[in-house]
């Protein structure tokens, strides 16, 4: 297949949960503040990226489950079309509720504590990593998969991404009945 580029897309799930994830969702919305600045400038948005598989990473304690999907494509514009397939589906997944404890005397402001936090993160690039293009069903496997997602940017191979989390801000609350309602391919680690 000389003279042919590979295209691979893929994106991976990571499901969080534990008393003390909370502080991923500041990380995760600072880097959704700088890459709507960023302006599409790949550079910018990978040293983001870079930013939430390393506090991941971090968090490994806080690992659930997870799961990987994709697929190679020869052609640029087939990739980018599955690209934006996947784009629709990650942002359709926001479905999370606000549960606001009413302010009283006793409470004078509350918001709930974040149960679990889904981050989907998806990349398009050139050539073949195999430790994102196997299954990452396991703690070593995901670790793996997250560090060659950095490798990525910094061997200026990325073509496309897109980081997608849920719940989407500070006092949503994503339950475990919209886990299994809207991330079904979801597998415990």
Not at 54 to 83: H, I, P
Not at 142 to 168: D, E, V
Request: with cysteine; net charge negative; hydrophobic share 40%.
């Amino acid at each position: 297949m000389m003279g042919y580029t590979r295209y691979v897309v893929c994106r991976l799930f990571v499901h969080l949960t534990g008393p003390d994830i909370a502080p991923i969702l500041g990380v995760l919305n600072d880097v959704a503040r700088k890459a709507i600045n960023a302006d599409g400038n790949l550079d910018i948005l990978g040293e983001e990226l870079v930013e939430v598989c390393q506090t991941l990473l971090q968090y490994d304690e806080n690992w659930l489950s997870a799961a990987n999907e994709g697929d190679v494509f020869w052609d640029e514009g087939d990739a980018g079309d599955y690209v934006n397939e996947i784009f629709t589906d990650s942002a359709e997944r926001y479905l999370s509720s606000s549960s606001y404890i009413e302010a009283d005397d006793k409470y004078p402001l509350s918001l709930p504590v974040t149960r679990n936090v889904v981050v989907m993160i998806t990349v398009a690039y050139k050539g073949e990593v195999e430790d994102l293009e196997t299954s990452i069903a396991d703690t070593t496997a995901l670790k793996k998969g997250l560090k060659a997602i950095i490798n990525l940017h910094y061997n200026h191979l990325l073509q496309a991404i897109q980081i997608h989390f849920s719940p989407a801000q500070f006092g949503d609350d994503l339950t475990n009945d919209q886990l299994i309602q809207y991330y079904p391919e979801l597998i415990p680690l």
